[in-house]
């Protein structure tokens, strides 16, 4: 049924300041008023639209004077009289398209808290795949050719970068970034980790702390599967760092993995039901090390059979106790490829995988991007 004049002058009083804005546009808002210079849309103050106020009646929302002239009415009348449209009909009709692009105006975003999941979320959402972009080239430059496929990941091209007001960092605010989801175990986006890189891409930016991580960690990870995998897993790798497991993905490429962003959350990765087998991928230092002892007595616990990959680079003597101690000299397993070749990491994997899962999963480093 088509609106009447009445319901119309109502819609537009409830949109008051939107008509001012669109019809006087040379106006401005003072107070609860919309000040112009006559219905010819002219800078001054003779005009005033009263943008608050009842539905009807005396002082409602809309009704409008010019004190130079005498003229008067509500919003109907200043939309003829600024359009200078002969016929009711004409009135009518542009207060229908006026009010079909108030309707079809996106909402402003909802805010959400800084730092939540929900904000996490939609970074990740505005963000896009990292293929042809900086984020790819910084990968490429650490010796990962096998990131593009990985959904997990993905480019903003101007982040926001908060700094301390007296740092040096302050004089920028955002920054190219690879930003990377961390998922629950259903799939559910419970935070990002973002890692700032040089315009260049050819490494992070020059900021105080270039990595940065929000939302909901602990338990939770960057899952970096095959896509034909899905998160569902019987054997899986996990590891700290997302160039150390992307590392391995190069000659791992079908086999489930998870970065979990750091050692406290590596030892504290909640595992996926119906897993059988799953390596730990650790880096040689202190906190490493005790991780993967961690992970493993956790893992063994459930019954999931427990396996540590090394990386060759800084590694140090076993104790007695399996895992041991190991002399803390650095190294993962992405300092393996950049310093020794996709050749050497492969071959070092290889031996370290069960049988069967070399058969199934590991297979020599190619050069192409997948």
């Known amino acids: 049924m088509p609106d009447t004049v009445s319901d119309l002058a109502r819609r537009l009083a409830e949109n008051a300041e939107a008509v001012c804005r ?48 005498g003229e008067h009415g509500d919003l109907l009348d200043l939309i003829a009289a600024t359009q200078r449209l002969p016929s009711t009909g004409d009135v009518l009709d542009e207060a229908r398209r006026f009010l079909g692009l108030v309707r079809a105006k996106p909402e402003p975003p909802c805010p959400v808290p800084v730092g939540s999941p929900d904000a996490a979320r939609r970074l990740f959402a505005i963000s896009k795949p990292i293929a042809g972009t900086i984020a790819q080239t910084y990968l490429r430059g650490r010796g990962i050719v096998c990131a593009s496929t990985a959904t997990a990941l993905r480019f903003h091209p101007r982040c926001f970068y908060r700094a301390a007001p007296d740092s040096p960092d302050s004089a920028r605010d955002a920054w190219p970034a690879l930003v990377a989801a961390v998922t629950d175990l259903d799939g559910r986006v419970t935070g990002v980790q973002r890692t700032w890189l040089d315009p260049s891409g050819r490494g992070k930016a020059p900021v105080a702390t270039p990595r940065r991580a929000m939302g909901q960690l602990l338990g939770h990870a960057v899952r970096l599967n095959s896509p034909s995998d899905g998160t569902a897993c019987d054997v899986m790798a996990a590891g700290e760092g997302i160039e150390t497991v992307l590392s391995l993905r190069g000659v791992l490429p079908t086999m489930t993995m998870a970065a979990a962003l750091s050692a406290g959350h590596l030892a504290a990765l909640l595992l996926p039901r119906g897993l059988r087998r799953l390596y730990i991928v650790r880096d040689n230092d202190p906190a490493g090390c005790w991780a993967a002892e961690t992970l493993t007595a956790r893992a063994q616990a459930a019954g999931i059979e427990a396996l540590v990959l090394a990386p060759i680079l800084g590694g140090g003597s076993q104790g007695s106790s399996g895992l041991g101690r190991w002399k803390a000299a650095g190294g993962d397993f992405n300092d393996d490829l950049r310093q020794l070749g996709p050749g050497a990491l492969a071959s070092a994997l290889r031996v370290q995988l069960a049988p069967e899962d070399v058969t199934r999963f590991w297979q020599p480093p190619g050069d192409a991007d997948g």
């Open 22 to 69: 669109h019809y006087l546009s040379n106006g401005r808002r003072e107070g609860g008023y919309w000040l112009a210079g006559d219905v010819q849309n002219t800078p001054g103050r003779s005009l005033y639209v009263r943008l608050r106020g009842p539905s009807s009646g005396k002082g409602a929302a809309g009704k409008w004077t010019d004190a130079a002239t």
